[in-house]
């Protein structure tokens, strides 16, 4: 009997020991997560942030911004033909505009033209340049020599697309006045 009760001590004092070990390694591991985690108040700040002011990382091609903002303006999904995908915005002021240069191929650049209802632009020689801003992959040279695709909603808002068929190159600018 006295052997019987020694042995459910022992049990009990090891589930006991077991069990104070697992509360303080929760403790341990709650309190890693709490000091390592964002807080909601960071969470909804940043999201904000993004709606109000999206990022555009103009000088490094390809970095989830980039990819955002090509989801929200070009609307087109992002298949393994796009990349070297490059965005600028200014939208400081009472006009905005936005700049893509991104690879891709012919059949995703159909694709956008019809997305965006883009039609051959034969009428109006302007290119925006006087909007557009100065980047290496930004090439006005090569762009006023491609064929320049238009939309328009008969005021203020524009949309012109230059596709290189040889380089499969794209060139989107969204702006308004």
Not at 33 to 55: D, G, Q, R, T
Not at 67 to 78: A, G, H, S, Y
Not at 94 to 102: E, G, K, L, N, V
Request: net charge negative; with cysteine.
């Amino acid at each position: 009997m006295y052997t019987l009760r020694l042995l459910i001590l022992l049990v009990l004092t090891t589930t006991l020991a077991s069990c104070d070990k697992v509360l303080n390694e929760s403790k341990e591991l709650k309190t890693k997560v709490l000091n390592n985690a964002p807080s909601e108040a960071e969470i909804w700040s940043k999201m904000l942030i993004h709606k109000v002011f999206p990022p555009f990382d103009h000088n490094k091609p390809d970095t989830e911004n980039n990819k955002l903002r090509f989801k929200d303006f070009i609307k087109v999904k992002i298949t393994p033909d796009i990349k070297n995908i490059y965005c600028f915005d200014d939208a400081i002021g009472i006009d905005a505009d936005y700049m893509f240069s991104f690879d891709c191929d012919s059949t995703t650049s159909n694709k956008i033209i019809a997305l965006h209802s883009l039609t051959i632009d034969t009428v109006n020689s302007n290119h925006g340049f006087g909007l557009q801003h100065d980047f290496d992959w930004w090439d006005k040279k090569k762009i006023s020599q491609l064929q320049k695709y238009s939309w328009t909603d008969g005021r203020q808002y524009h949309k012109y697309y230059w596709y290189d068929q040889d380089n499969q190159k794209a060139y989107f600018f969204d702006f308004d006045m």
